[in-house]
């Protein structure tokens, strides 16, 4: 056979193999097989120096052919040629042994150049092994004159000499162990050596802490492998007994040589676990359901997992090399990451950002410094949990819980409106049939006044917890009104609990006269209602209810709520304010208190419970004193000044007009009533009217529009709004845009009406400049 270097060529194509044979058979032996099976059968006549071969082969596939050739012979170079690698096929490949890999279409060049660079690797190893037996043979020389040295100085020059031998053999053993990672090729590598060089019949290396009984039994050299001080496994070499002994300083070597196999085992193994964590790392990287996502020292996308394509709409390749501001604000982003350190490596912040499709996403981001070994920082990791779907049924939530608590107050408050319509009806009805009698009519107007006066209260407080009313702003208020506000709102149902289920239950107001605080009415209200609900939740078998103000110190209020009721445990009470968290099942939704926290905590305040189970509970807030509180006139004061003015009077209830009319008369105005926008809009005209009063709920032309329609001819008359809804605070800036000068809630007092019309005429041009609508004083 020729001494050109010989190389096989395994494809189950034919063009590709015959492609590979012409360009190499100019400078190489060349063989070619159609499957591994066949490239198997060749190599013991052929004895190739390189193989190429084809990843993607049926029956036998690369990898497996790669394998069986390595642990036939180590030394043979291979090289593996496809067209669909993947980067894990790749990977796999190089690790049981493969010289390189060639992905299709390569050029000439790429094929000769690979083929020489493999070669000579070949050789070198070859030489090394060369080296290895030689070595081999002077140990062996060499114990032999240690064994015939008479002389003692000449007995221990050759026993140095030995020594250096054996640490030489070792030392060109050791360099192909210690650097595989693979630990089949890591076995198979020693044995090879060790056949090859040392011409042993039997080399393996049995990985268990218990010696093999077959090779004990054959005499053998059994050498335990041993890692800090358990032993992994055993170095095992025989020959058959009609072959050469294995000598004394030859179980010498193979014993030291267990202790390389020992460090080079432990390599292999933390290698192994480290492949493993990183594959499961990758997989919970890939299966988690936040974003995770990295970037780098100059905020550019690296990393980008399977949420996040969920989440952003991106896939990798869209993503990756993109700035992380891209897809998060950028304020918020840098702000966040200005506060990472050492001290302070990860950071969280929220964010409302878009989707390339438009929709809204609301985001809870961890940022996480990603530091050096020098501490520098080379890059940032943002784990980011998609809230939109929470926040959604939070808001959906928040809403049910209001409804809920206005459900349970529907039923009283239909009672209470009953009652007064059954003395508005009576006494009606009793001065119809007794107009003469003075006593009778004076009575029954002063109850019908009185239970008109009562429903508008109810009316008003109800607007005031449904925020209707332009109250919104941070105002001087009576804390013990607002208590005072609550318990009428909430009188229907623990009075309720006591004439019609029969349960003991008692009030206890002990209201300190307190100084103002400063807040929003509504929303406190919203507070003491909910408190008041809770603790007439928690007696279900009745009880005392007690709510009580006190001032603390020079600069604080408080206000607490004490239940006789069912109590708490301490795991309970510590969850109350978690949104969500609930002790009544279906019937709660657990924002009840959590919503009264935020507002307490929106207001400045503290808000703390003490509960034991069977032992009731107590909630205390604590406010700072505000300043002194606007306290509204009287109802029967009367304004000052008495203007005449021609007003026209909008509304399409004919009671409703009548009965303003008589009052704008009454105390000398010029009235025009009309019963629609339309009709108002055709008789308006500059300079005609001094004021115009109109309703804002009304068929066809509303008054928004009529509003609108008259500034566009007249900028400057001033306009009055009437309803009974109330208003949204949207609503609030669209007054303030239509100059309107006043709001009047119905119904309406005398007085009321008097004073607003009075401040309207007293000042036509408030519409320059106007802050807000002035609600009825």
Excluded at 167 to 181: A, D, F, N, P, T
Aim: include cysteine; glycine fraction near 8%.
């Amino acid at each position: 056979m020729s001494d050109r270097a010989r190389i096989l060529v395994v494809d189950d194509e034919l063009g590709p193999r015959e492609s590979l044979r012409m360009i190499l058979k100019p400078n190489y032996e060349i063989a070619t097989a159609d499957s591994g099976a066949a490239a198997l059968e060749m190599m013991g006549d052929f004895r190739p120096d390189l193989v190429f071969m084809d990843i993607k082969m049926p029956q036998m596939d690369g990898i497996e052919l790669l394998q069986r050739i390595k642990h036939s012979d180590p030394s043979i170079e291979v090289v593996m040629i496809t067209a669909y690698a993947s980067l894990d096929t790749v990977k796999n490949a190089l690790t049981h042994g493969a010289f390189e890999y060639l992905i299709k279409p390569f050029s000439r060049h790429d094929l000769e150049a690979t083929a020489r660079r493999a070669l000579a690797r070949r050789q070198t190893e070859l030489g090394a092994r060369s080296q290895l037996t030689t070595l081999v043979e002077e140990m062996r020389s060499l114990a032999t004159k240690a064994r015939d040295q008479e002389e003692g100085a000449r007995r221990e020059q050759a026993e140095q000499s030995l020594r250096v031998t054996q640490l030489s053999i070792l030392r060109e053993i050791s360099r192909g162990i210690l650097g595989q990672l693979d630990l089949t090729q890591l076995t198979a590598a020693v044995t090879s050596q060790l056949r090859e060089a040392l011409g042993y019949d039997e080399v393996t290396v049995h990985l268990d802490a218990t010696p093999p009984a077959s090779v004990l039994e054959r005499g053998a050299v059994v050498c335990p492998i041993r890692d800090d001080g358990a032993t992994v496994g055993y170095l095992v070499a025989a020959n058959r007994a009609d072959s050469r002994p294995i000598g004394s300083p030859e179980r010498e070597l193979l014993e030291m040589l267990s202790e390389y196999l020992a460090v080079a085992i432990r390599n292999s193994r933390l290698y192994g676990e480290v492949a493993e964590t990183k594959r499961s790392l990758e997989q919970l990287v890939r299966s988690a359901g936040d974003a995770i996502i990295s970037v780098d020292h100059d905020d550019m996308i690296q990393g980008w997992n399977p949420a996040a394509e969920r989440i952003f709409g991106w896939t990798r390749q869209q993503a990756v090399g993109r700035p992380l501001t891209t897809i998060l604000p950028e304020e918020p982003y840098a702000a966040a990451r200005a506060v990472l350190s050492r001290a302070e490596p990860v950071t969280t912040f929220e964010v409302t950002t878009k989707r390339d499709d438009d929709r809204v996403l609301n985001l809870a981001v961890t940022l996480s410094s990603l530091t050096g070994r020098e501490g520098t920082l080379e890059g940032m990791l943002a784990i980011v949990h998609d809230t939109t779907v929470q926040k959604e049924l939070e808001a959906q939530m928040h809403q049910s819980e209001k409804l809920t608590a206005l459900g349970q107050m529907a039923g009283g408050i239909a009672h209470d409106f009953n009652n007064l319509l059954q003395a508005i009806l009576g006494y009606a009805q009793l001065i119809g049939k007794n107009p003469s009698n003075v006593d009778v009519v004076r009575r029954g107007l002063d109850v019908i006044e009185k239970a008109a006066t009562g429903g508008a209260e109810t009316v008003r407080r109800i607007q005031k917890f449904a925020r209707l009313r332009p109250e919104e702003v941070f105002v001087g208020l009576d804390l013990d009104q607002v208590i005072r506000d609550a318990l009428a709102i909430t009188r229907p149902r623990w009075e309720e609990m006591k004439v019609k289920a029969g349960i003991p239950l008692e009030m206890e107001l002990d209201l300190g006269h307190v100084p103002p605080v400063m807040g929003r009415p509504a929303e406190l209200n919203e507070v003491v209602t909910n408190l008041i609900l809770n603790a007439i939740d928690a007696m279900p078998a009745g009880g005392r209810l007690r709510l009580r103000t006190r001032r603390q110190g020079d600069w604080h209020v408080v206000f607490t709520v004490t239940d006789t009721g069912i109590g708490m445990t301490e795991e309970v009470r510590k969850r109350i304010f978690d949104p969500f968290f609930t002790t009544k099942g279906e019937e709660g939704t657990g924002l009840g208190l959590p919503v009264s926290y935020s507002i307490v905590k929106r207001h400045a305040g503290e808000m703390r419970v003490e509960s034991r189970p069977g032992s009731g509970t107590t909630f205390t807030i604590v406010f700072p004193i505000g300043t002194t509180a606007v306290a509204e006139p009287p109802a029967g004061a009367q304004p000052v000044g008495n203007r005449k003015g021609r007003v026209l009077l909008v509304d399409n209830e004919p009671q409703v007009m009548t009965i303003l009319g008589e009052m704008l008369r009454d105390v000398g105005h010029h009235v025009v009533p009309v019963g629609s926008g339309a009709e108002a809009l055709r008789l308006f005209g500059p300079g005609r009217f001094d004021l115009v009063l109109s309703n804002i709920g009304m068929p066809g032309m509303n008054g928004w529009e009529l509003a609108d329609r008259i500034r566009a001819r007249d900028a400057d008359v001033p306009l009055v709004f009437i309803t009974g809804w109330g208003l949204q605070e949207q609503d609030q800036a669209r007054c303030r845009g239509l100059g309107i000068s006043s709001l009047l809630f119905k119904p309406v007092r005398p007085a009321e009406l008097h004073a607003t019309v009075q401040a309207a005429l007293a000042d036509p041009g408030r519409r320059e400049g106007a802050a807000a609508p002035r609600p009825a004083p």
